[in-house]
């Protein structure tokens, strides 16, 4: 089983009325979330671990973890209101976003919340995006990791959002701890722009590899996704596969989710989720695994809002 950790967020969209001009309403999401969305509907056991509202937003992301083969049995409900995040779509642009996260139930995650023992199944744990760059939760994050990333699969996903970062250099420090402890990290292209400015695709996934990360992902939009691995003898394989393309694109928001929930269920469903597994792959089945995580996410672009496909709408 893959446990997704981290943040539980309300997307406030943008839609344009007749009535009102433009105007946000609100759909459950997440960096996490939405990963443990695209993990169990695409059929592999999944959980979600994270601090969940009372109140009927929170209603909302327990029905639809319900919904889409989420276990919800690790999250604890809480009095505060979720993190709203605004997202701003315009035609062939990166969405915009803006975060209200003060005192919210997704931040506030502590150690002393989290289980003394995790299900005896845990294959994974996925972590990343705001959730580390917010205290509390980004250190609780951290503690968990760094004490279960010898017997787990520790995949990451920065998504990182500059605008949440107040100091750089300090994020930069526990990013290369993190990435050291990790059998998994994708990134994004936007991402390798913040971490390592100006480098090319190959150089900063070789560089991930230098931070100690076996297995790292760079996502490049329509360019596709490229792979470098570093196999059980010591050599570095590396792949890449090609964007499917879709006549038209209705919006980017949760395709990078997508992706790699959609990889990490590739891994779980083939009996493939473990350190020795992992780092043994073969150049076929990396490759194979990019090119089902890539179906995935062009799917998820041809819908409004995160909507992760099914095994049978990819097949």
Known sequence: MIICIGEAVIDMFQKNTHDFGEVFYPLPGGCSYNTSIAIG??????????RISNNFFGEIQIKRLHEHNVKTNLINRCGQNPILAIIK?????????????????????????????LPSDTTCIVFGSISMSMEPIATTIEKLIMKEAKQKVIAFDPNIRPFMIKDRDAYMERFKKWA???????????????IFPDTEPEQAL?????LGTRLAIITLGEKGAMAMLTHSNGKVIKTSACAIKIPKIADTVGAGDTFHGAFLAWLELRGKMSHNEIINLS?????????????????????YGSQPPEIKQLD
């Open 41 to 50: 509907k695409l059929g592999a056991p999944v959980s979600f671990l994270g």
């Open 89 to 117: 779509t315009d035609e062939g642009k990166q969405p915009q976003y803006a975060f209200y996260d003060e005192g919210t139930s997704d931040r506030l995650l502590s150690t002393e919340e989290l289980p003394d023992v």
């Open 180 to 194: 050291g402890i990790c059998t998994i990290a994708k990134i994004s292209s936007e991402d390798f722009e913040f």
């Open 206 to 210: 070789n560089k991930m590899l230098g």
């Open 283 to 303: 150049e076929e089945d990396l490759h194979a695994a990019l090119v089902f995580a890539n179906k995935a996410a062009a799917f998820v672009c041809t819908q």
